[in-house]
């Protein structure tokens, strides 16, 4: 059993197996894993925002969704992840707040577009997600299967 590295908020990593990789509290952030079954390369990006074009401030690229896809593909093919063979699965994109007769967009989905747009982009398969709903979820990536555990409170956790 290899250790188990945190990612932070706006933040992404890349392990090797036996290494696991884990982020917290995913709201209506996403957490995106990439993995190559063979090499056993993982990436985990935890995107809090869909668009890095629509701030001025936006020198860091793993908080948006456009970019730190990017650069979580760069990264895993630096490491010798092989890009046909890369798969992702993603979670989150919560809507954590009912704000009644606003306008108020829903940014989980937001990010669940752009996450999903960008992999397409990239060629990279979406394989398997759980997103959506109104709770939060802190996930687990393991470097040996592929595996993509989520747990959020009250319930069991659930592998995709």
């Known amino acids: 059993m290899g250790q188990m590295i945190k990612v932070g ?3 992404l990593k890349i392990c090797k197996a036996p290494d696991n990789l884990t982020t917290l ?3 209506s952030c996403i957490g995106i894993a990439m993995y190559d079954p063979s090499t056993k390369i993982s990436g985990l990006a935890h995107i809090m925002l869909p668009d ?3 701030i001025k401030n936006n020198s860091n690229i793993a908080k948006f969704a456009d970019t730190g896809i990017q650069k979580l593909y760069d990264d895993m ?4 992840a092989n890009k046909s063979r890369l798969v992702a699965k993603i979670a989150g994109g919560a809507k954590m707040f009912e704000l009644s007769g ?3 967009i829903n ?3 937001r990010n669940a577009m752009a996450s999903k747009d960008k992999l397409k982009a990239l060629g ?4 398997a997600e759980d997103t959506g709903l109104n709770y939060g979820r802190t996930v687990e990536l393991y470097s040996e299967t592929g595996d993509y555990v989520i747990k959020a409170v009250g319930k069991p956790p659930k592998t995709i």
Request: hydrophobic fraction near 50%; avoid cysteine.
């Open 52 to 54: 890095s074009t629509q």
């Open 9 to 11: 908020m706006a933040d």
């Open 25 to 27: 509290g995913l709201g």
């Open 102 to 104: 606003s306008a108020a």
């Open 77 to 80: 093919l630096k490491a010798g």
């Open 124 to 127: 990279v398969r979406l394989i």
């Open 107 to 109: 940014v989980g989905q």
